[in-house]
């Protein structure tokens, strides 16, 4: 059975929303970021995401070609979870709308490599209550945002559940990639 990995960006004060948004300082960059999330996105062939991810990701990525990592998302399988989002218009993307535990669960029986999950919210709270949930894979930023809304801080309101650290990853930004499993 295929595996759902969430990957999630998270500042040190919990915001999880909007990361393109955050405040930047300049940092040295040693380039595995956008490798360790390149690797991540071809072990997976679909998508899983909430709509106000969809709804920052579908323009973002839309705009971008050329490179693996754009052509790979914008190629791939996206599966949305929205009760409001009707006739999306980034390719291959699908929504749905009811039954979703059941439904994630028949999507993870498919043949197939893994999916990833990206944002944090009712969709992640939801796999998690139902055990559907794999992996958690952290990316801390050394920054607080500063600001928020009440829906964006992480694990607001998730079930109980224990995960066991299985790797870790320090670049040199300064950014943690701490990869949980299901305990």
């Not at 990592?69 to 749905?96: C, E, F, G, Q, Y």
Request: proline content about 5%; hydrophobic content about 40%; aromatic content about 8%.
């Amino acid at each position: 059975m295929r595996k759902i990995i969430n990957s999630t960006y998270i500042s040190l004060d919990g915001v999880v929303e909007l990361p393109h948004m955050w405040p930047t300082i300049e940092r040295p960059s040693d380039g595995r970021g956008d490798q360790i999330q390149t690797e991540l996105l071809l072990a997976c062939d679909a998508v899983l995401m909430g709509r106000r991810t969809y709804e920052s990701f579908a323009p973002a990525w839309q705009a971008r070609s050329g490179d693996p990592l754009s052509d790979r998302m914008n190629a791939m399988r996206k599966v949305v979870v929205s009760t409001t989002l009707i006739d999306p218009d980034w390719a291959n993307t699908t929504v749905i709308s009811s039954d979703v535990a059941e439904r994630v669960r028949q999507l993870k029986a498919e043949p197939g490599q893994d999916v990833v999950q990206y944002g944090f919210g009712a969709v992640s709270t939801l796999l998690m209550a139902h055990g559907l949930l794999d992996e958690l894979r952290l990316w801390i930023h050394p920054l607080f945002v500063g600001k928020g809304h009440i829906d964006d801080v992480l694990f607001l309101k998730g079930p109980p559940t224990q995960f066991e650290l299985v790797d870790s990853t320090i670049l040199k930004s300064g950014t943690a990639i701490l990869s949980y499993r299901l305990a």
